[in-house]
């Protein structure tokens, strides 16, 4: 199948009161809008290119490791509709996804690309009434709405799991949706062989890499692009940024390691401090 995806990212984001854009705001440890597009490049095949439509007063920077095709367009706020419509109305197979729903998986999207080719499918949230997080179908279809978020006629899919549903669109959805997406990711990491003591209370973001029989206790913070190889302890409260621990290594506890290497086997005792900020 050959489709292609428009992602909508024009809500203002007023309920944030931040001067950044609501879908630059960091979601274990990337914009949210990066996480739209990393679930919609996981999707077999990818699609052919990534439309993001933007407000014009709010520019997103969009990631560059991405092994799609993507064209930010700038929209003017009195023009939303008619540039959304203009870019779904291609023909073809056409996915039209929220850039607040965050937690969307490529499985879903293969999902409603499926149901797509027997009609407009759409994955609704849990509002009332219910608004479209996810669509799929021909382009004219989609754009034969007055606003293609929400067509009158379709078929409703189901997400792989509830947590899907979330849109953020504050900063207490915000905060719903990272403590699924840490549920999701420590689930992750324990199907690969590694041990969270107390997993309600340690963070993990994406980019973070653990090896197996590797041990995390409680209150554990493991950020940016982290590695963590195989057999180690990561003590109580201990953060680590950016870091690159080695094979075995134990960290007591109250440990602060930043942007650094710890060698294979190296032991640090409470409260020790390595790296630079």
């Not at 996981?42 to 993001?52: C, H």
């Not at 969307?104 to 407009?120: D, F, K, P, Y």
């Not at 949230?125 to 978020?149: K, M, N, Q, V």
């Not at 504050?170 to 990491?189: E, G």
Request: aromatic content about 4%; overall charge negative; glycine content about 8%.
């Amino acid at each position: 199948m050959t489709w292609s995806a428009v992602v909508a990212a024009m809500d203002d984001g007023d309920t944030f009161r931040s001067r950044v854009s609501m879908y630059l705001h960091p979601l274990a440890g990337r914009p949210i809008i990066w996480h739209v597009m990393r679930s919609l490049a996981e999707v077999e095949p990818p699609p052919s290119r990534v439309r993001v439509l933007h407000r014009a007063i709010s520019p997103i920077s969009l990631p560059m490791d991405l092994p799609v095709p993507v064209l930010a367009e700038p929209v003017q706020p009195e023009s939303e509709l008619r540039s959304l419509r203009a870019a779904v109305t291609a023909p073809g197979m056409t996915v039209l996804i929220d850039g607040a729903a965050a937690l969307v998986t490529a499985a879903t999207i293969s999902r409603l690309l499926r149901a797509g080719e027997r009609g407009v499918a759409a994955l609704l949230d849990t509002g009332e009434p219910p608004g479209g997080i996810a669509l799929s179908g021909e382009g004219p279809a989609l754009a034969s709405a007055d606003d293609p978020r929400h067509p009158a006629v379709t078929a409703p899919i189901a997400p792989m799991s509830e947590e899907e549903r979330i849109r953020i669109t504050d900063r207490h959805s915000l905060s719903l949706a990272a403590v699924a997406l840490r549920d999701r990711l420590v689930r992750f990491h324990q199907e690969h062989g590694v041990s969270f003591v107390l997993p309600s209370t340690t963070w993990i973001d994406a980019d973070v890499r653990i090896g197996p029989d590797t041990v995390i206790y409680p209150g554990a913070v493991i950020e940016g692009a982290t590695e963590i190889q195989r057999e180690c302890v990561i003590g109580p409260y201990s953060r680590i940024v950016d870091s690159t621990v080695g094979r075995g290594v134990e960290l007591k506890g109250w440990n602060y390691v930043t942007r650094t290497t710890i060698r294979n086997h190296a032991v640090l005792e409470p409260y020790v401090r390595r790296g630079f900020d």
